[in-house]
């Protein structure tokens, strides 16, 4: 188990979430936002490993900005690693938009490729390919509390449009989606 005591860079650690498992040459690398005690400290990435699955090192941050960063959705295509984190603003100064950050040396160096929506809160940012065309769902807390839908033709250099039936989710209770999975 990891837990925030495990994270080794900070001493305020609050708390671990999101974790998100990628396997390469048969390690396992859990990405996770580390959260942390100070009003005015923004979550990062971190990264553990494992040989087994089951005993973790704490590797370090692996990605710091100076907004909140959460839920590293990392996944590759064509053999190189991305990373999606959500790039909340919540208090932090920044603008809401959808980030893709690339792998220059996997597991640790990440690199911003790409900032294809901006101006819009991308919550959770989930990525899939289906028929060619890629699909975005996220989560909109401000004025739709849902889920939306954008799609475009490729990950990088495209136009990311929302679809037509976006929301596809929607409550005036943020959480209650959840509650019917």
Known sequence: MLTAGDVADREDV?????P???????????????????????????????????????????LDEREHLAYPAVFRVDRIWYMTPDKA????????????????????????????????????PTLFRRDGTWYLLSVEQDSVHGTRLHYASSLLGADWT????????????????????
């Open 89 to 124: 603003t919540y208090d932090y100064g920044g603008v809401p938009e959808f980030r893709i950050y690339r792998a220059d040396s996997f597991p640790t160096d990440w690199t911003l490729v790409e900032r294809p929506i901006d101006g819009e809160h991308v919550g959770d």
């Open 14 to 18: 609050h708390y671990v979430a999101d």
């Open 162 to 181: 929302e679809h037509p039936a976006s929301p596809v989710t929607t409550s005036f209770e943020p959480r209650s989606a959840r509650d019917r999975i």
């Open 20 to 62: 998100f498992v990628a396997v390469a040459d048969g390690t396992s690398h859990l990405f996770f936002e580390a959260a942390y005690e100070a009003e005015d400290a923004s979550p990062d990435v971190a990264l553990a490993s494992s040989d087994d699955g089951l005993e973790w090192t704490y590797e370090g941050i692996v």
